[in-house]
């Protein structure tokens, strides 16, 4: 795992945010993340993603317990063990169609669950370098990725351009860990923060 | 009031003029200090009520279901009672949060976090019920379908009392999903504001290591939004199929086809003034009024008054039916069991009738609705009147079947009964008590979400939207979405 050099810019308001991004995209720097307390729209366009898969693998998933019913119960109920209840049909379908949209629900929203955890690398114990306390109170936290080029001087500068309150430059570790917090990330109230 | 049109309907979603800090100091300021001696009398309470409810069960275990004052022909008595009605309060939360989610109501972000903490406890109460009632107790794992060493023998997968075990657990796991999925964010600026380490560690742990990036704000809308469409058809159906218990049946008084609607309006009715029952009581003790504002109170109320009014409809379908039908079964248990105010349980179809379906028509009434005591007073009658309206429809269609030589005598609880009943309320308030002091009781981030949207923070925006042509509005805006 790495450590790499992250120019960080703040900012305290969603109609400055969107502007500087698009300033900091057209100049050519590579922005990390922004990280905000809460989500965002279109936030994501403006930095360039594509738009998220989850919601096809939810219906996979949900597809995936519709045949998993189906196939269950009517093995269970034509197949292993038939039981004859007052004569009625063994492939009794419509009697199934509860269990069937239960189980379809459930397989669908587990596992979309799960896969959103693993697609954002969240499980209990996580632990990821946090650029900013603020970032889940009330600042927008811009980061951009510094490579061999930049000049970490200039792109302060520029930020605080474009309306950033707070910058600085922060060498972290990009992927998570177990474990503890740095020694830097020190606690809520040991910290000025400014209001 | 600088703006020219102010929407005299719409009211700001919060009140009063906020920042984001703000928001997230109001919200998470009654976790962050020491509960108060009245938190403490609550949990003691609380604690006690569940410590008596588990007692009942030591004695139900162990001596068996006669404990109960159950008889031959009422072999569902309190406890389906109970069970139907705990069930029916947790339909509101998923309500507020997928339904409202989905029609686009931005006032479910005030109230939808504690009500779906309140859902995820009330379901938890409700499922005691049924496995209690297996009397053999350990055996309870017979209701899994796997292949075992007994046959195998499977459950009989027509068997709408399957059906309600499939609905209620999966019922429970979604909305879990959906609650703690919907709290990451908010654990994550609570432990970003943590002042002692343990909190850091725990709520580090339990915020996943939540940072706020977009991409993952991205997938969490996503996730939601999807949630919300499958807790949608989920929530109807899983009253339906607690209806479906009774409405399968061939006993007079349950067999019909009324019971799905029926049921599923009475449940959001339930739960609804459950929810203001709870949320009237946290908005004033930790201060947030701004946010679960009167505008709030009357909205439920407005829910209140029109579930109310359907499950009166359906009262007084069910009573035409039964004379309708001419099926003199169905006739002497609507006219003679239930609406004859001196049968045995008259008293409990007429309490039923006064506090579900008269009483809340005073919610017509504006004012009343935005009056807090009413309001609090009303929550907890349609709760009595609807925890009535399942035991009339439990043992007045019970205690007198076919035969008149089998009917029943008269039933009344034992104390065991009873005690489980409150232990659930026990189990229910021990986790609110711990909900309400260890996470935030109102959805943080969605709460910034639409401050900016309503309000006093929209309004100088509104000033400037005002001010421009109406021609360059169009403009800009049509394409927005």
């Known amino acids: 795992m790495a450590q790499k050099k992250f120019v960080v810019g703040c900012f305290d308001e969603e109609k400055v945010l969107f502007p500087a991004v698009k300033q900091v995209r057209t100049a050519g720097y590579k922005i990390k993340d922004v990280y905000t307390p809460f989500a965002v729209h279109g936030l994501d366009h403006a930095l360039g993603m594509r738009e998220t898969s989850l919601h096809t693998a939810g219906f996979i998933y949900g597809i995936t317990g519709t045949a998993t019913a189906v196939s269950a119960i009517s093995w269970i109920f034509t197949k292993d063990w038939p039981l004859n209840i007052g004569g009625k049909p063994h492939f009794a379908l419509p009697a199934w169609i509860p269990i069937i949209f239960e189980l379809t629900v459930l397989f669908a929203a587990v596992g979309m669950v799960m896969t959103f955890c693993w697609l954002c690398q969240l499980a209990p114990g996580v632990k990821k370098h946090h650029f900013h306390k603020r970032a889940t109170d009330d600042l927008f936290v811009m980061v951009i990725e510094c490579t061999d080029k930049t000049n970490t001087d200039d792109l302060l500068a520029f930020l605080k351009s474009n309306g950033a309150i707070e910058t600085d430059v922060q060498v972290a570790e990009e992927e998570w860990w177990f474990g503890t917090y740095d020694k830097e990330d020190d606690l809520y109230n040991t910290k000025q923060v400014a209001l | ?481």
């Open chain 2, 1 to 481: 009031m600088h703006i020219k049109y102010e929407s005299q309907l719409r009211e700001p979603l919060v009140y009063g003029e906020k920042n984001f800090h703000q928001v997230t100091e109001d919200i998470l300021r009654p976790i962050e200090v020491k509960p108060s001696r009245l938190w403490y009398i609550g949990f003691f309470i609380a604690v006690a009520l569940l410590l008596f409810g588990v007692f009942s069960l030591y004695r139900e275990v162990t001596y068996g279901i006669g404990q109960w004052n159950l008889n031959k022909t009422i072999g569902w008595g309190w406890d389906i009672t109970n069970f139907v009605w705990w069930v029916g309060i947790g339909h509101a939360g998923t309500l507020i949060s997928a339904v409202l989610l989905l029609f686009r109501q931005g006032w479910r972000t005030g109230v939808n976090r504690a009500a779906e903490a309140m859902t995820i406890f009330a379901v938890m109460c409700a499922g005691q019920f049924p496995i209690f009632h297996m009397g053999r107790v350990w055996l309870a794992f017979f209701i899994m379908p796997y292949p075992n060493s007994r046959g195998p023998l499977w459950v009989n997968f027509n068997s709408p009392l399957l059906w309600d075990v499939f609905a209620i657990s999966t019922y429970f796991t979604v909305s879990l999903l959906f609650w703690y999925s919907g709290l990451l964010p908010d654990l994550a600026t609570v432990r970003d504001r943590a002042f002692t380490k343990l909190r850091q560690k725990l709520y580090g742990i339990a915020s996943f290591g939540w940072t706020g990036s977009t991409k993952h704000w991205q997938r969490h809308e996503s996730l939601s939004l999807v949630l919300a469409g499958l807790s949608t058809p989920l929530v109807l159906s899983v009253h339906t199929i607690v209806s479906f218990d009774f409405a399968t049946s061939v006993i007079p008084g349950w067999h019909t086809t009324i019971f799905p609607p029926y049921f599923v309006a009475g449940a959001i009715f339930s739960g609804f003034a459950m929810v203001q029952s709870l949320l009237i009581v946290v908005r004033k003790v930790f201060g947030l009024t701004d946010y679960i504002t009167i505008g709030h109170i009357d909205l439920m109320n407005k829910v209140i008054v029109l579930t109310g009014s359907i499950v009166g409809i359906a009262y007084l379908t069910e009573l035409f039916m039964g004379w309708y039908s001419q099926n003199k079964y169905e006739g002497y248990t609507f006219w003679y069991s239930r609406a004859y105010l001196f049968s045995p349980y008259g008293w409990s179809y007429w309490g039923m009738m006064a506090c579900n379906v008269l009483s809340p028509q005073i919610f017509w009434s504006r004012k009343m609705r935005r009056n807090v005591f009413v309001t609090f007073f009303m929550s907890i009658i349609v709760n009595i009147g609807m925890w009535f309206e399942r035991f009339v429809i439990i043992v007045t269609s019970l205690y007198r079947d076919y035969l008149p030589s089998s009917w029943s005598v008269y039933y009344s609880p034992s104390i065991y009964e009873v005690g489980f009943y409150l232990g659930t309320f026990g189990l229910f308030f021990t986790c609110f008590f711990l909900f309400a002091k260890y996470f935030p009781v109102i959805a943080v981030a969605e709460i910034k979400y639409v401050l900016k949207r309503s309000g006093e923070s929209f309004k100088p925006e509104f000033e400037k939207l005002e001010a421009e042509p109406l021609d360059k509005f169009v403009h800009d805006n049509a394409h927005a979405h």
